[in-house]
């Protein structure tokens, strides 16, 4: 199963930053928006931040102003820079992209990756 990795994610105070990455595997050629996610514990996935493939953004209101997206399109890689976390920012957070092109020719609708947790303390 093709799947995105991410890193990044740890224990950081309120106030810190905290830079997550997704990198799509060297078998995929070119995805399309890259997006991540984010789950707290008993609450349902959110949309944190997306990105298309031509460089348009767009955030949650709630992460407006502290969490950047951005992308390598030549790499198939994503960078999500969170700054001045909340310890409401706690959840994990999954990188996600749509319609990625596997270089056999086969087109996936979307890929996940494995979620990386983020924990802010107070």
């Known amino acids: 199963q093709v799947q995105l990795v991410e890193s990044g994610g740890g224990l950081v105070q309120a106030g810190g930053s905290l830079r997550l990455s997704c990198a799509a595997p060297?078998?995929?050629?070119?995805?399309?928006?890259m997006n991540w996610y984010r789950q707290a514990p008993g609450k349902q996935r959110e949309l944190v931040a997306g990105?298309?493939?031509?460089?348009?953004?767009n955030y949650a209101d709630s992460v407006k102003g502290r969490f950047t997206i951005s992308r390598d399109n030549a790499k198939n890689t994503g960078t999500l820079e969170m700054n001045s976390l909340k310890p409401e920012d706690t959840a994990v957070y999954y990188c996600?992209?749509?319609?990625?092109?596997?270089?056999?020719?086969?087109?996936?609708?979307?890929?996940w990756g494995q979620g990386t947790q983020v924990t802010v303390s107070s």
């Open positions: 996600n992209v749509d319609r990625a092109r596997h270089n056999s020719g086969r087109v996936y609708f979307e890929l």
């Open positions: 060297r078998t995929i050629s070119s995805i399309n928006a």
């Open positions: 990105i298309s493939s031509g460089g348009i953004r």
